[in-house]
């Protein structure tokens, strides 16, 4: 297997620059492991492909407006900071563009804390020290980070938020999500199809190609999730049953597999909170998820090696070129698959 494996060509056109409205009304491309089949229709319409008791899992996330512009001190150099991971109240990892930024070096906020530059990581990244914390200031100087292929603003910035989303900590958002509205889970909810709830922080790393040429050997990044004990007894409650438990999202997958590797005898999932590395690979056997929505993901990309996991390498770049044939909009604001 080579990272060369999962490389596809993708037109810029057919990249997803602003989104769809409303959400529900984005094209759905339906992929039927068993039958080997594929199926055009709208996100509206997915209630056809679902039965009573199967178990919708949302990733509950909420993305932060992580950049942030400051200045210098002294001097008054302007700095880009894009937050990345929270380590205690004052201090986060961070992305910073500027020149001069070593340890000790000092950064002011309009309107904002002062900063303190404490570590020096790899590349870019700084481990920064709020002088007092930075959330109440987020409405004031934070801006919703766009993932670098969108070059056009977004008129409103929840709509970058599923509308569902209520824990504040991702760079990024569950993108699969973004398709959903009240109306339609309302819809689904009457049909006897059910939702639980999880939380995974996205990071920016879900946007990093695989510059190994064994993918094996890549590095994957770690992501904080939680699979509280209520939505555990939920989706082993549904398996018992016999529902399907469909991931909307790959973060909902990963936590779900990462929650499956701590079960028991008897359980499908245990409660989990805590980091994942978990990088799923073809080869790899899924033992919580029986079906997935997903977006078209990145060439090259460890989310497109999971899809290639769960539906096989081939068929998956197959169907890739199918949706590109078709004009199937890609990436964060693009279509979805739902993959049975």
Request: net charge negative; proline share 7%.
């Amino acid at each position: 297997m080579k990272t060369s494996d999962f490389d596809y060509d993708l037109p810029q056109e057919r990249i997803a620059q602003t989104p769809i409205y409303p959400r529900h009304s984005s094209r759905l491309l339906v992929l039927d492991r068993a039958a080997d089949s594929l199926e055009h229709t709208r996100f509206w319409e997915i209630d056809r492909f679902l039965n009573p008791g199967d178990l919708l899992v949302i990733n509950e996330t909420r993305v932060i407006p992580a950049r942030i512009f400051a200045k210098k001190l002294p001097g008054g150099g302007r700095v880009e900071l894009l937050l990345l991971e929270k380590q205690d109240a004052g201090s986060w990892t961070a992305l910073v563009g500027g020149k001069g930024l070593k340890e000790g070096r000092k950064l002011a906020i309009d309107e904002g804390p002062e900063v303190t530059v404490l570590q020096v990581l790899d590349g870019p990244k700084r481990l920064l020290q709020f002088s007092e914390p930075i959330e109440p200031y987020f409405g004031k100087v934070g801006h919703v980070p766009l993932p670098p292929y969108i070059h056009e603003q977004l008129d409103d910035p929840e709509r970058y938020q599923t509308v569902y989303a209520k824990d504040p900590g991702s760079a990024a958002a569950p993108t699969a999500g973004l398709h959903f509205t009240p109306e339609l889970m309302q819809k689904l909810e009457e049909q006897g199809v059910g939702f639980a709830r999880l939380t995974l922080h996205v990071g920016l790393d879900t946007f990093a190609p695989v510059t190994e040429a064994d993918p094996a050997a890549h590095k994957i990044h770690t992501e904080w999730c939680e699979l509280t004990p209520e939505t555990a007894e939920r989706i082993n409650a549904a398996k018992a049953r016999g529902g399907r438990i469909v991931a909307v999202g790959t973060t909902s997958v990963r936590t779900l597999e990462t929650a499956a590797g701590a079960a028991g005898a008897g359980q499908v999932v245990a409660p989990f909170s805590g980091p994942t590395d978990l990088f799923i690979l073809p080869g790899f056997t899924f033992k919580a998820v029986d079906a997935m929505i997903t977006n078209f993901h990145l060439p090259k990309s460890t989310l497109l090696m999971l899809v290639s996991a769960f539906a096989g390498r081939e068929r998956m770049l197959a169907t890739y070129e199918t949706a590109i044939r078709e004009s199937y909009r890609f990436f964060s604001f693009g279509d979805a698959m739902l993959i049975l």
